[in-house]
């Protein structure tokens, strides 16, 4: 598929800016045994080069099991973006990891091994954001306008606060969506569409908790928007062919006006039902992101 070839490309990139001339590196199209497909196995590209643990690279990378957004290789794909997106020693510094002569591939390699780097949830790429510009105006933009270093709009303190974004990644492939339809007290209608594993901030008896969208039901929960509670009234699943990772330092943004968290799906999945700002804390202090 596309998706797999642009990261064969994005490998062989990588890979060329450390060790070798781009003429020595292609990408071929590997059709695997059936053996291979007996055991659930998706062979699809890999890099062909004359240095064989390359190769193991991009075969841990790209021969995928069944289901592709689980599993070392889709962690490992979405870190080597993340990691081209950022730089090497800017991606591998905050997660404790020293930088060799393996660049980004070795990072994520101990990344995705460690657990210590997990793919973010992910937006479509018709959400809105409001990004801070000279002096003290600002706009609106989709998503996919937002680059690394811009000031997004969130709350903090249910203060409106401009974060810095670490990094906005997109990727291409097959993704389900949950679409939420939500009202506000001044009848004020507007969606959200997110990734079933996205980090939602739910209120629950005055206390803002954290919540996967895929947990939220209509009628029965209510999210924090720049203007007071807004309660879901429907949720909708869809599939669309692009996702976009953001991720702000400080861990949330107001999408659509409605305040949502960028953390990764691990954290998302370990603390639903916590206390949203004591996750938040804690998620700071480990990755304690300089932009």
Partial sequence: SRNQLTVCRTLISIYHESFEPLDRLSCQKVYCSSTFRRRGFNCLFVMISWKKYICFFAVFALC????????????????????CEVGVFAFANPLGIAVGVTGCAGVCMVA?????????????????VIVAMS???????????VKAGDKVLTLVENKPFFTPVVRNVKSTGHFEFVTFEIKSAQ?????LKVTPNHGMAVENRGELLLASANSVAPYKTRFISNDGLVEVQKVIRSYEPQTYT?????????????LVTTLCEEEVVSHAGRNLNNVLLEWKRKHQYKV
């Fill in 135 to 145: 002096g003290e105006s600002w706009k609106s933009i989709t998503v996919d306008l």
């Fill in 187 to 191: 009848e004020d209608s507007r969606k």
């Fill in 246 to 258: 953001l991720v702000t330092v400080e861990g949330t943004v107001l999408a659509n006006s409605v």
């Fill in 64 to 83: 995928v099991t069944v289901n592709p957004a689980s599993g070392g290789a889709a962690c490992f794909a979405a870190c080597t973006v993340a990691c």
């Fill in 112 to 128: 995705c091994a460690g657990g210590l780097f997990v793919p973010p949830a992910c937006f479509s790429n018709t959400t809105t």
